[in-house]
C-alpha cells in the first residue's frame, strides 16, 4: 500500500452568490509512476496513486508486455520522494517486447501515446473481437452507464478524474477504477479484472472520457467486444472499433445514445433472441 493519498485538501476562494468567501475544496493528486520490467523503467505516467498493483498489471497487459497476468511473479511498490517505482518481475523477461514498445518519456494525462518511439507503434494492429457472440439489450446499455456513474467515489469527491468499469450482463458492474488519466483508469480496471479471474470477452468496457484510439485498442487487447463511453469518439477510434469487430457506443445521457459501430450487438429489450441467448 502507498502513503501516497489519492486527494488533497486546498485552501480556495469560490464566488457564490455575486461574493467571494474562502473556502476549501478536495482535489486529486497525480504523481510520476514509473514502470519498471527487470530493472529498467519502460514508461513513467502521470497518475492517481491508487490501485496500484491492479495498475502495473493492467498496463503490462495492454501495452503488450505480458500476453497473461500470470506471467507477473512480483510487484513491488517502491517509493520515491516525488513519485512512485512499480517494479515487476515476469516470469520471462519478454525482452524483444519491451524494446519494441520502450518509451522514454512521460505520458501526459491527456496522451496515452506521448513518448512511443515510432508512427508505426501509435497505429499498431488491433486484435479482432469480432468473433464474440455478446450482446446488450437498449436497457443494458443505460444500466452499464448508470451503474458506473453510482460508483466512482473519488470523481464525486473531486469532480476531477475518470472511471472505468466492467460490466457484465447477469452479473452487474464487477469492478470500477479511477484516475486522472482516461488511459490509466482504464488499464487500472484491466488489471482488476485480469486479477479477479474475469476475462474480457465476458464483459463490456465502460469508460466516462472520450473514446480515442488507444481506449479502443486497449479494449481490445482484453478481448471485450464492447466499449461504452459518455462523451463522444474520435473518427480514428470508429475506424479502428469497426476494423476490430467491436460495437462502439458513446454519448450516452440518460437513455439516449448513439451507436456508432457494430449496431447488430444492441437489440430491443423485448427482442426474444435477447433472452433466448440469456442475456437479460
Do not use: W
Not at 517494479?87 to 505520458?107: K, V
Not at 470508429?238 to 437489440?267: K, N, P, Q, S, Y
Request: proline share 4%; net charge negative.
Amino acid at each position: 500500500m502507498s502513503s501516497f493519498r489519492a486527494t488533497k485538501t486546498v485552501p480556495e476562494l469560490a464566488r457564490r452568490s455575486g461574493r467571494l468567501a474562502a473556502g476549501e475544496r478536495i482535489v486529486p493528486e497525480e504523481v510520476p509512476v514509473a514502470f519498471t520490467y527487470h530493472g529498467s523503467t519502460h514508461a513513467v505516467m502521470m497518475a492517481t496513486p491508487a490501485d496500484l498493483q491492479d495498475f502495473a498489471v493492467g498496463f503490462s497487459l495492454t501495452e503488450g508486455i505480458v500476453r497473461d497476468a500470470s506471467e507477473i511473479e512480483a510487484i513491488e511498490v517502491v517509493e520515491e520522494d516525488k513519485g512512485i517505482d512499480l517494479q515487476i518481475r515476469l516470469a520471462d523477461a519478454q525482452s524483444e517486447a519491451l524494446t519494441s514498445r520502450r518509451r522514454h518519456m512521460a505520458g501526459p494525462v491527456g496522451c496515452g501515446l506521448c513518448g512511443i518511439e515510432s508512427i508505426e507503434q501509435a497505429v499498431r494492429i488491433t486484435p479482432s473481437v469480432g468473433g464474440s457472440g455478446l450482446v446488450l439489450t437498449e436497457d443494458q446499455v443505460v444500466e452499464a452507464v448508470r451503474l458506473l456513474n453510482g460508483l466512482q467515489p473519488l470523481h464525486i469527491e473531486t469532480r476531477a478524474v475518470h472511471g472505468a468499469g466492467f460490466f457484465v450482463p447477469g452479473k452487474g458492474m464487477i469492478a470500477v477504477r479511477e484516475d486522472v488519466g482516461r488511459h490509466n483508469a482504464l488499464d487500472k480496471l484491466v488489471g482488476a479484472a485480469a486479477r479477479a479471474g474475469y476475462r474480457g470477452e465476458a464483459g463490456v468496457v465502460v469508460v466516462t472520457s472520450r473514446v480515442s484510439v488507444e481506449m479502443v485498442q486497449k479494449t481490445a487487447v482484453t478481448g471485450s467486444p464492447f466499449i461504452i463511453a459518455i462523451s463522444a469518439p474520435t473518427a480514428l477510434a470508429i475506424r479502428t472499433a469497426e476494423e476490430a469487430g467491436m460495437t462502439l457506443i458513446a454519448l450516452v445521457r440518460g437513455d439516449e445514445f448513439e451507436i456508432f459501430t457494430g449496431a447488430g450487438h444492441v437489440l430491443p429489450v423485448s427482442d426474444d433472441a435477447v433472452r433466448r441467448a440469456g442475456n437479460g
